[in-house]
């Protein structure tokens, strides 16, 4: 699609998670979770040649060349997926008003839909730094819940605050929900934008919160985020999450 020929679509894939160690090496109908990414990015009208995937570790890389997906490798210092994207966009010296979205590595039910929206959101919306994307919340205990990231926006598609507290709260009808959105955890960037973000220090309220585009916002950088309003499939953080997801697409 002409409108993608000035994105790049980085996809980080990081070895050492956490909660699942290995996780983006784990097949689903035979290929690794990283693969399936890479064909919603494929679905959603990007170029082969404009979609990248960024990893530390050998085996990740190896694996990707065989399955004929461009890969980068990267340091295994980086502390977020945004710090890598800096890396790779670095080396590549894209232009300064070149568009890149990153796209989590462990989604391999993100709706292709979903990166389409985001993708034309962000070049209809120069005025952003950053963009993102939210859906409404629908149940009480997700509002409460404080691994559901909460976004408050504000007027014209602006991105007010993120946070882990209930939030917005109605102060007539705590119950309600009609201005409660989760942050979905899909960005696009300018690269010159990209570049600012990582030459901050983490802010007070990033670490205080543990949310990364506080930093943004501490430091004056506008977020834009459109609104999803289909069903969003689960991510993978845990072993709970492959089960489910696999047993899901190996139907």
């Known amino acids: 699609m002409s409108q993608y020929q000035n ?6 894939a990081r070895f050492n ?20 990414v890479f064909q919603r990015c494929i679905e959603a009208g990007f170029s082969s040649e404009n979609i990248l995937l960024a990893t530390d570790h050998k085996k990740i890389f190896e694996l990707a ?22 890396e790779v966009v670095t080396n590549l010296d894209l232009d300064n008003d070149s568009l890149v979205i990153n796209v989590q590595g462990d989604e391999p039910l993100i709706p ?28 009480y205990k ?23 507290s209930p939030s917005p709260l109605n102060r007539d009808n705590s119950n309600s929900l009609e201005l409660a959105y989760r942050h979905i955890g899909i960005y696009t960037y300018r690269v010159s934008d ?11 309220l990033e670490k205080y919160e543990k949310l990364e ?11 834009g985020a459109c609104i999803y309003n289909d ?4 991510g993978i953080d845990t072993q709970e999450d492959y089960d489910a997801v696999k047993l899901l697409m190996e139907v």
């Open 7 to 12: 994105i790049k679509v980085i996809i980080p």
């Open 17 to 36: 998670s956490s909660r699942l160690p290995g996780k983006p090496l784990l097949l689903i109908n035979n290929f690794p979770i990283f693969w399936h």
């Open 65 to 86: 060349e065989e399955l004929n997906i461009p890969v980068v490798m990267t340091s295994d210092k980086h502390e977020s997926g945004t710090d890598r994207i800096n």
């Open 112 to 139: 292709s839909q979903l990166i389409k929206q985001l993708a034309l959101f962000a070049l209809e919306n120069k005025k952003f730094a950053l963009t993102t994307a939210v859906t409404p919340i629908c149940e």
């Open 142 to 164: 997700d509002f409460i819940n404080p691994n559901v990231v909460k976004a408050i926006l504000g007027e014209g598609g602006r991105a007010i605050y993120f946070t882990r």
């Open 194 to 204: 990209l570049k600012e973000f990582c030459s901050y220090s983490e802010s007070s």
């Open 213 to 223: 585009q506080l930093r943004a916002l501490s430091n004056g950088m506008p977020i």
């Open 231 to 234: 069903e969003l499939p689960h």
